[in-house]
């Protein structure tokens, strides 16, 4: 009573805090780029501790990290960190930051259109001359950030986490806004506009064409569902393999007892899809909280970040972890004999107790057409 806390003091008492990085406090993008959360961090009886690799976590008898064994390093000046020791740090919780990469994985999928240098985008400037990026300084001199300019003038850029100069928070990706914009207008002023609707007009179009809004929801047996959702783009760049993400919007979802019906992502393989329509179907399977949703919801509803699609067949099957060969009663054609609809080539749900039957009669195995419903 009437004493100071001693907060350090007895988290010390408890073994305290200990970072075991592997270079010198000096080389961490921490204390290059924020050295204010350095200090606040030692201000509050965190220890660094340099030239450590982790190499093992130590357990005790119930399985539960007790140690961290490390490899100690240190570097002669010559830039090469050299092994000389190995230490045993006392450790209950051992935390693992993993940093990351610029997601450059456009320049993998369409080499023609993106180039690297580094692990980073290649730099232009507005003329489409390679500039060198100054390396986590978000205040460069001359803003730069696009990377490929094309002959008729239109031009790709990059910012944020994606740019050199601008990675590593979210108020240096605010910077590389404000500084990369005016290079954006001045490079969409030198390009005539390729349609000459109106800003209402096209902004409609693309809510048409982009917005996914639910059609129906059909029964097919006591624990499945069709979801028919109209989502034109994303109907006529149908390709087998695809799959989707449905989701509610927490705050549109139906209150029942002051909880909300909210659902997580659903990731959901295409049945069929109608081009022309601009609908595509997806079977759920009821198998629990977010599933059991689906028949709650309503036409008209739009899914949140609906119809997020995966690029082709075999990572959607890695991703799914659904077989799509044809050894699982898949259909191996991409469209319905049927009605001639495209069609996933992969099994539209796992395999379980809670299958239904796949015999040519079922609803499921059965290929619709979709009816209007007015
Ligand atoms: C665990 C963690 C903790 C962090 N903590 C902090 C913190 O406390 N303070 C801080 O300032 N910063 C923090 N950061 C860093 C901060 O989150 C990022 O620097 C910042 O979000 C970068 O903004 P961005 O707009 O460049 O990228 P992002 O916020 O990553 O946005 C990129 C978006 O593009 C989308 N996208 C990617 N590829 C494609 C594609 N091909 N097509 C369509 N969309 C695509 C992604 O889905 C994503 O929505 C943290 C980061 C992590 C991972």
Redo the contacts with the bound molecule.
């Keep these: 009573m009437g004493r100071a806390p001693q907060i350090v003091e007895l988290l010390q008492q408890w073994g305290g805090v200990t970072i075991a990085y592997r270079r010198r406090l000096i080389d961490s993008p921490s204390y290059t780029l924020n050295h204010e959360e350095v200090e606040k961090a030692l201000e509050e009886g965190i220890r660094f501790a340099e030239g450590l690799t982790p190499v093992a976590v130590e357990v005790d008898s119930h399985g539960h990290a007790c140690a961290l064994e490390v490899s100690q390093h240190h570097n002669d000046g010559d830039g090469v960190w050299h092994e000389f020791g190995r230490a045993t740090l006392p450790a209950r919780t051992i935390l693992v930051a993993a940093g990351?990469q610029p997601?450059t994985?456009?320049a993998r999928e369409e080499a023609q259109h993106f180039h690297l240098d580094g692990k980073y985008f290649r730099l232009l400037d507005e003329d489409g001359q390679p500039v060198t990026p100054v390396k986590g300084l978000a205040k460069p001199s001359k803003p730069a950030v696009v990377t490929e300019l094309r002959a008729d003038g239109r031009a790709m850029s990059f910012?944020?986490?994606?740019?050199p100069s601008?990675?590593?928070?979210?108020?240096?990706?605010m910077a590389?806004a404000t500084q990369g914009y005016p290079i954006v207008s001045r490079l969409l002023d030198k390009v005539a506009p390729a349609s000459d609707a109106t800003d209402a007009e096209f902004l409609a179009h693309l809510d048409d064409e982009l917005r996914a809004t639910l059609v129906r929801v059909e029964r097919l047996t006591p624990t499945i569902v069709e979801v028919v959702v109209r989502a034109p783009a994303a109907a006529r760049r149908f390709r087998p393999g695809q799959f989707y993400r449905l989701q509610n919007f927490e705050s549109l979802s139906r209150a029942v007892d002051g909880t909300r019906l909210a659902m997580e992502g659903l990731a959901l393989t295409g049945a069929w899809v109608d081009p022309q329509e601009g609908l595509v179907s997806t079977i759920v399977l009821e198998m629990g909280g977010s599933s059991d949703l689906c028949s709650m919801l309503k036409p008209g509803w739009m899914p949140k970040a609906c119809w997020t699609l995966s690029s082709g067949t075999p990572w959607c099957s890695r991703a799914t972890g659904f077989p799509t060969t044809s050894s699982h009663g898949a259909r191996s054609s991409s469209r319905c004999r049927r009605t001639g609809a495209a069609t996933c080539t992969g099994r539209r749900w796992p395999r379980s107790s809670r299958d239904p039957p796949t015999s040519p009669g079922s609803p499921i195995t059965r290929m619709r057409r979709p009816t209007p419903r007015r």
């Design positions: 990351t997601n994985v456009l910012f944020g986490d994606l740019h601008f990675h590593g928070n979210v108020v240096k990706a590389s």
